[in-house]
């Protein structure tokens, strides 16, 4: 048994409403003698057929949330619950949003990470990874009209893992958490303009033992699967994940696998000026899965799936503070159960649950309810 299935059993065998409040550099306020200000509350249980929430975001026209469900919990041996996506009302109803088109070949939808286009349509990640590794991943276009998705297309073809996806200006930015390269653990970041996608075909990416070849691959990096300080992760290795922009136009990616933060610098004519390593902070933050950048407070919200907990990294310099950890629990009440996704809607940080266990995660088992709790950040304040 592995050290951290030992250590999250004896979490999970203290109760299931266990929180860390030795955190130590929190991000204030300190906690007081009441419940602390960033305890989680819920804001919507999902029901079955929404059981592996993924990627969220606001629709800037209209103030309601799109949720991506993919499901991925049901639909290993048979498609249960078919992909689709979901979304909160500003009065935080629960409702339909549109249906996922199945790949051809798996027959499954897989709706991860998604963003809204200059144009005002919804641009998803559909992961297809979890049914078939050989580049069957794709974006897809959601049409929306008046706020209704009235169609949907395939834009891009050939990614691996399609996780996150942010658009900047006319260009949308796509991770692939896996290359698959036999000499090292590679993952990246794709960039495909508007205009290519305005083709009427499908931009085809290339394979990935050609991905040097390939000028929609704009950054690479490697998961070392080293020991982020706490043993049970080593061999993860899964790389590129959530992605986000700062107010000044640099591209940030977390690593999922080393749970560190890359981040991505732009020459003026949109070529890449640098890829680094911007942020590692072990033990602290192990896992780097969605991001998203509070421009108010100058910050990146992080979920850290392996801590059960919201991270804040803060810019320009990189500290990291926690903003909210607990133990292993099954959501209930809002508790995070897996976190995988923030986003704000004003001063509510949004996070979706994704509740799919696999080793080295506190999260050990799938679980009812299957929830998106929100956070008040507004009594938010930067470190000293
Ligand atoms: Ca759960
Ligand atoms: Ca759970």
Redesign the pocket.
Known sequence: MKTSLVVSLMLAAMGSAVVFTGCGDKAGPAPGAGADPFQPKLLIACGDDGNTPDGVRLNPKTGDMIVACPNFNTNGKENKHPGKLMKITRDNQWEFFADMPAHPETGRAGPMGMDFGPDGNLYVADNQYFYNKEHKSRLIRVRVQDGKAIGCEVVVEGFKLANAVMFKGNAVFVSDTFFDLPDKALSGIYRIGLEEMNQGQPVKLLPKDQFAQDAHCIATWETLCQDPGVAHRQGEKAGADGLTFDAEGNLYSGNFGDGVMHKVAFKPDGSVAACTQFVKDWPRMTCVDGIFYDAKRNCIYVADSEKNAIQVVWLPEGKVTTLWENADT??SGGLL?QPCEPALRGDELIVV?F?MPFPGLRNTAF?????ISVINVSGLERPK
């Open positions: 099954d959501g159960d649950n509740d679980d009812k309810p299957y929830t």
